[in-house]
């Protein structure tokens, strides 16, 4: 469900927000897993829940 998918995401920003990118990136893919099973790869949702997941990848690989 769309619900579920959007907790995940909100759980993920909780974790960027406090530096835990390891487990961001976790909750977004968690995120990204459900929400394509329900909408199209064009939808508003999964483009940014993809675009989290790439922001933060690109974040914690700098960190690295």
């Known amino acids: ?27 977004f893919h968690k995120a990204a897993n459900v929400i394509r099973n329900i909408l199209p790869s064009d939808h508003r949702t999964v483009i940014r829940i993809e675009n989290d997941i790439q922001r933060v990848s690109s974040i914690n690989h700098v960190d690295r």
Not at 15 to 22: C, V
């Open 1 to 27: 469900h769309e619900d579920v998918a959007l907790s995940y995401a909100n759980i993920a920003l909780v974790y960027e927000d406090r530096g835990d990118l390891e487990q961001a990136l976790i909750y």
